[in-house]
């Protein structure tokens, strides 16, 4: 697939969403981090709320026309949307409208705008954030989360280790 198909196909599925729906979003993002240390719960949820919303303006706002035409890896594409189908667990409404809206906002981050899936404003546990070295993103905590439920395989980021080597 061409990164302007896919494009117009998350563009098109973006339509979809009400402001009802992102209100979900967050009750599920909320729902979601109660396990998170208290510290770091509300920073969480706001800042992957203000990426979510972010990315689904850029989206709206964009234009195919300003989507370079390269080739997506569609092996490595379902892949990711066969991963995120995979965390559902209850299908509570809340959930749906998470689940849906991931399977717009990180094909494109990862696909075509080349971005991570994480904003690089959120601070991980730890007190650590993704850096930004040029057009390269180097993330704290990829190495320790590279499993069959994580979507850091994904990631347009590196390793910091591979910063800390350079």
């Not at 969403?17 to 209100?23: N, R």
């Not at 729902?31 to 992957?48: R, T």
């Not at 991980?124 to 390269?136: A, C, D, L, M, S």
């Not at 993103?137 to 800390?164: A, D, G, M, T």
Request: charged share 35%; net charge positive.
């Amino acid at each position: 697939m061409k990164a302007r198909e896919l494009f117009k196909k998350l563009k098109e599925e973006i339509k979809n969403f009400s402001i009802y729906d992102i209100m979900m979003v967050r009750s599920f993002i909320e729902k979601d981090a109660k396990y998170l240390p208290p510290k770091y719960k509300n920073h969480y949820v706001e800042a992957m709320m203000r990426y979510f919303i972010e990315t689904f303006n850029e989206i709206k706002k964009k234009s195919v026309d300003e989507i370079q035409d390269e080739d997506i890896d569609d092996e490595k594409l379902n892949k990711m949307l066969e991963r995120i189908e995979r965390f559902r667990k209850y299908y509570t409404p809340d959930e749906d409208k998470f689940i849906n809206l991931s399977k717009i906002i990180c094909p494109y981050l990862a696909f075509i705008a080349k971005k991570p899936l994480h904003p690089t404003y959120l601070t991980f546990p730890g007190n650590v954030k993704i850096i930004k070295k040029g057009n390269t993103y180097y993330c704290p905590v990829k190495n320790k989360q590279l499993n069959e439920y994580s979507l850091c395989e994904f990631c347009v980021c590196r390793s910091i280790e591979e910063l800390k080597n350079n």
